[in-house]
């Protein structure tokens, strides 16, 4: 441990090590443990890695789910000296190509990286090449399905360590409730006690505040005192990018110069608006919840959430980034009841069709391994034709996997390369080499660009080598530094375990249990919404209310903070969000009349809602209709019910239906299913809102 206090001193510049960095560090270097550390947001997780990091001897390899958290903890590793970088998709071939060299030579101590670059071919194989001493995994949370930010690529990084022989592993998060926090400890060894290091995520110097309004005019009202009297720099958190960009117009009048931050802006402006964020003394951002992650900026004064979280835990993690320099600062959440349906929306949102389930299924069952027992997709191509959102796809396949053992996810594989000569010297060495998957490659390749393209299950199919094998020659060269690669057009491969259904009523019993299943993580989605609005408005302070999810219900002193909205006023804010449960029947009858799907109620009743799909919107009944989201206000259950008659009575059969849509390399030949009015292109998004004219894209 002396190594690392020294390190701590001369490379990072503390004196001391703060909370329980020191017994984390300790469980890492001296016991060889593996350990979850549970620090809330800003408590100084990083540390815990970055100084075991230079303390062994092999590479400390950390996945990370975000390119700019990463690219912010490169940089300041890189300015106090450590040999620190990424590997993602941003790299130019040359900073790739000498990040790797890096690695292979030993002289990077830490590399950070995406959980999806786990499907890469080539970064397995320059993982197996090199000592991993320390596996990091921040946001260590999306490894579970109890999260609210379950994610299947989390899934793989556990079966990586095992495969690679991973020296220990170091879990990360702040949004962990005992649930999460158990999964995450059986996934990866993790000692249920003695492996758990815990920072209650009670910040005495936050003012939890819920405020409840009937109109965006009143938020407005609400805040722009706060916002010209504030000390420091104040964050406003909208839903939809639109909001960002309507808040900081009605701020500009009064004298307040806001910044705009969402995901739809372009690459370079997130990053100067980010810097600019960050240099300033009372800068104020109107941002989505794209903004935030690797922001560690001490002085920031209010965190306003101009729309309620999603979830507690989201909250925790925006609110996290107030006041870290333990100043007083205020965060303030509005509720209101217009805003509700935009978030029930986004809950609503990735339930798709069940016969989309039957005819995805039969695909994935009739699908013909191949010699290594493997069957593979593309699952861009599936999401378009399926017209299933790309995260609902991945859980989908996912659930074949952990629920029902039909298959295992091994690494994907591209079906193109590119490749280019770095120098002329190890080009001739390419040119001139005469085995047989080089000359199988050089076949094969076109020219492209500067270099060529290899299309690589022609390759195997005219060498009849293993496309694996061609793929292991093309990395050998691009270690050797002779060319610069890039693969493409990923297909996910999975090896099958046991025989999957093909039979039609086998295939819908499955169907109708991976149905079941996104409906109850619909239901979850909403109840998660539910349980912010019951925090806001319990007669409970709001600090230990939010310990107390979290499992730290001794946290706030004598269950009182002082300074919350329950606290102050001595009861929780009165709010009601009801929706109308009985649709209008004219309403009904205006939906029927434009779209003519009678097939899938559940589509209808997104329509009425505003829920968008590629369905919808191939047929035009999407966000630019003026009747997509009329029912906005109606419970999304009661639409369901009222338009499941309606196509009851119509015996699920179209209406009027319309052109066929553009074609596709895919059949869709299941059962009694038509395809006439069914998307070929697109994934579902939701552009749904509380308002027409509010409508406006997430993040």
Same mark, same amino acid.
């Given at each position: 441990m ?11 510049g ?11 560090i300790?469980?890492?270097?001296v016991? !060889?443990?593996?350990?979850l ?10 540390l815990?890695?970055?100084? +075991? ?10 996945i ?7 690219? *912010? ?10 040999k620190a970088?990424?590997?993602d998709?941003?790299?130019?071939a ?15 101590? @830490? ?5 999806e670059r786990? !499907? !890469?071919e080539?970064? =397995?194989?320059?993982m &197996? ?14 490894i579970?399905?109890?999260g609210?930010?379950?994610?299947p690529?989390?899934?793989k ?15 990360l998060?702040a ?14 060894? =993790?000692? #249920?006690t003695?492996?758990?290091?815990r ?9 939890l ?12 009202a609400?805040i722009?005192?706060m ?5 420091? #720099?104040? @964050?406003?958190?909208?839903t ?12 500009? #009048? ?8 969402h995901a739809g ?20 951002v ?22 309620? +979280?999603k ?10 980034r107030a006041?870290?320099d ?20 986004f809950a &609503?949102?990735d339930t798709?069709a069940?016969?989309d ?33 790309q995260?609902?796809?991945n ?19 591209y079906?193109?390369? *590119?490749?280019?000569?770095r ?9 001139? *080499? ?7 490659? /050089?076949?094969c ?9 290899? *299309?690589?299950?022609?390759?195997a ?12 020659y093309?990395?050998e060269?691009d ?5 610069t ?12 375990l /046991?025989?999957?259904? /093909?039979?039609?009523?086998e ?5 109708d ?24 408005t ?10 107390? $999810? ?5 946290a706030v002193? !004598?269950?009182?903070?002082g ?28 939906i ?7 097939d ?7 329509m ?5 799909? #590629?369905?919808?919107t191939?047929n ?7 009747l997509?989201?009329?029912m ?10 009222a338009?499941?008659?309606e ?13 066929? +849509? +553009? /074609? ?15 998307p ?7 552009r ?10 997430? $993040?």
């Amino acid at each position: 441990m002396e190594q690392a206090h020294a390190i701590l001193k001369e490379t990072f510049g503390f004196p001391g090590f703060r909370h329980t960095q020191e017994e984390v560090i300790r469980r890492l270097l001296v016991e !060889n443990d593996n350990a979850l550390v549970l620090f809330p947001t800003g408590g100084g997780k990083s540390l815990c890695y970055q100084v +075991p990091a230079l303390c062994l001897e092999g590479l400390t390899l950390v996945i990370s789910p975000l390119i700019a958290l990463m690219k *912010d903890q490169v940089d300041a590793l890189v300015t106090r000296n450590v040999k620190a970088a990424s590997l993602d998709s941003t790299l130019s071939a040359d900073r790739a190509a000498w990040v790797k060299q890096e690695v292979l030579t030993g002289s990077m101590k @830490i590399l950070y990286v995406a959980p999806e670059r786990l !499907n !890469n071919e080539s970064f =397995i194989a320059l993982m &197996r090449k090199v000592k991993i001493s320390l596996l990091a995994v921040d946001e260590s949370h999306c490894i579970s399905q109890w999260g609210a930010s379950f994610r299947p690529e989390y899934l793989k990084i556990a079966r990586f360590a095992e495969e690679l022989d991973v020296e220990r592993v170091l879990c990360l998060t702040a949004t962990a409730t005992k649930n999460v926090a158990v999964d995450i400890c059986k996934s990866f060894y =993790i000692h #249920p006690t003695e492996g758990v290091f815990r920072i209650p995520v009670y910040r005495p110097n936050l003012a939890l505040r819920a405020q409840v309004v009937n109109n965006a005019a009143e938020k407005v009202a609400h805040i722009l005192p706060m916002l010209q009297t504030r000390t420091g #720099p104040a @964050i406003i958190y909208v839903t939809l990018q639109k909001q960002a960009e309507e808040i900081a117009d009605h701020l500009r #009048p009064h004298g307040l110069e806001p910044m705009v931050y969402h995901a739809g802006l372009p690459a370079e402006d997130r990053e100067r608006i980010q810097l600019q964020f960050m240099e300033s003394e009372k800068g104020i951002v109107c941002a989505t919840i794209a903004f935030g992650m690797g922001i560690d900026k001490a002085n920031i004064r209010q965190v306003i959430h101009l729309h309620m +979280p999603k979830t507690l835990e989201n909250y925790s993690q925006e609110v996290g980034r107030a006041g870290r320099d333990g100043q007083e600062s205020t965060c303030l959440m509005f509720l209101s009841a217009a805003d509700i349906p935009v978030l029930e929306g986004f809950a &609503r949102g990735d339930t798709c069709a069940k016969r989309d389930i039957e005819l995805w299924l039969q695909e994935v069952a009739m699908a013909k391994p191949a010699s290594d027992g493997c069957i593979d997709f593309n699952h861009y191509q599936q999401a378009k034709v399926y017209d299933i959102r790309q995260n609902v796809l991945n859980l989908s396949f996912a659930e074949l996997e952990l629920d029902h053992g039909y298959i295992r996810a091994v690494t994907p594989y591209y079906s193109v390369y *590119d490749i280019m000569a770095r120098t002329n010297e190890g080009w001739q060495k390419v040119l001139s *080499d005469k085995s047989k998957q080089a000359q199988a490659l /050089k076949s094969c390749w076109v020219p492209r660009g500067t270099g060529y393209q290899i *299309d690589m299950a022609k390759a195997a199919e005219y060498s009849r080598l293993s496309r694996a094998d061609l793929a292991r020659y093309i990395n050998e060269w691009d270690f050797a530094g002779h060319v610069t690669t890039k693969a493409s057009q990923v297909r996910a491969r999975y090896q099958v375990l /046991k025989p999957l259904p /093909k039979a039609p009523e086998e295939i819908q019993v499955l169907a109708d249990q991976l149905y079941n299943k996104m409906l109850a993580r619909e239901e979850e989605a909403v109840q998660k919404l539910r349980q912010v609005m019951e925090f806001a408005t319990n007669d409970d302070c709001l600090a230990h209310a939010l310990a107390s $999810y979290f499992g730290d219900d001794d946290a706030v002193p !004598n269950q009182m903070c002082g300074k919350c909205s329950f606290c102050l006023i001595g009861s929780g804010v009165e709010f009601a969000a009801t929706a109308v449960s009985k649709p209008d029947p004219r309403q009904i009858r205006a939906i029927l009349d434009v779209c003519t799907v009678r097939d899938d109620p559940r589509l209808l009743a997104r329509m009425a809602f505003g829920i968008t799909s #590629p369905r919808l919107t191939v047929n035009k009944w999407s966000a630019a209709h003026p009747l997509f989201g009329s029912m906005v206000h109606v419970d999304f259950k009661a639409l369901v019910e009222a338009f499941e008659k309606e196509c009851k009575k119509a015996g699920y059969v179209n209406k009027d239906p319309p052109p066929p +849509p +553009p /074609k596709t390399t895919q059949k869709r030949t299941y059962t009694q299913y038509s395809s006439s009015s069914r998307p070929s292109s697109g994934g579902s998004s939701y552009r749904g809102g509380y308002s027409k004219r509010a409508r406006g894209r997430r $993040y």
